[in-house]
């Protein structure tokens, strides 16, 4: 055969009938998929945000200071004023070491529960628990009775925050 044989018979035969299909028709199922998927997705964040709070909740718990430290910030911030108030020239250094025996026997009190504002001296420095802010008291009496003293309250404030950061 050839070709132009070919192209003769392929002319004379009539066209096939051409048949108009449909377009498939998307099932419901997958919308339905879809959907679930979608409500996974937010699911999983869901949790994942929630569980995330949770242990940034425990980790935040477990690093606060104790009450003791949180005591200890406290009247480290207080003798730190009184050195500010000092080096302003609002305090002067009789009254800032009458200031800071006030102090140290306030956080005594605060944490230990022993009321020692009125204690005297011996019984401070008798007492284990006590015997570091006894022999500190003890030297902040000397410049806060005295008529006159050499004794600088840098130095007494300086000591004062040494107790105090040592403290069990």
């Known amino acids: 055969m050839g070709a132009a044989e070919l192209y003769g018979r392929l002319l004379a035969e009539p066209a096939p009938e051409q ?3 449909d377009p498939p028709q998307y099932s419901v199922a997958w919308v339905i998929l879809a959907v679930l ?19 940034e909740q425990r980790i935040a718990f477990r690093s606060r200071p104790s009450e003791v430290e949180g005591l200890k910030a406290e009247f480290l911030r207080t003798v730190n004023d009184i050195a500010a108030r000092h ?3 609002d305090l002067e250094a009789k009254a800032g070491h009458h200031e800071l ?28 628990r006590t015997r570091a802010i ?3 008291i003890g030297d902040l009496y000397e410049p806060d009775f005295a008529m006159s003293s ?5 130095e007494s404030v300086r000591r004062s925050r040494e107790v105090i950061r040592r403290w069990s």
């Open 87 to 89: 080096e302003a020239g």
């Open 134 to 136: 006894g022999e500190l």
């Open 101 to 128: 025996t006030a102090v140290m026997r306030r956080f005594v009190r605060r944490t230990t529960g022993h009321d020692v504002t009125s204690q005297d001296l011996a019984t401070l420095q008798a007492d284990p």
């Open 150 to 154: 050499d004794r600088e309250l840098e």
């Open 37 to 55: 998927c979608v409500l996974v997705i937010a699911a999983i964040i869901w949790a994942v945000l929630r569980i995330t709070k949770g242990i």
């Open 19 to 21: 048949q108009i299909i």
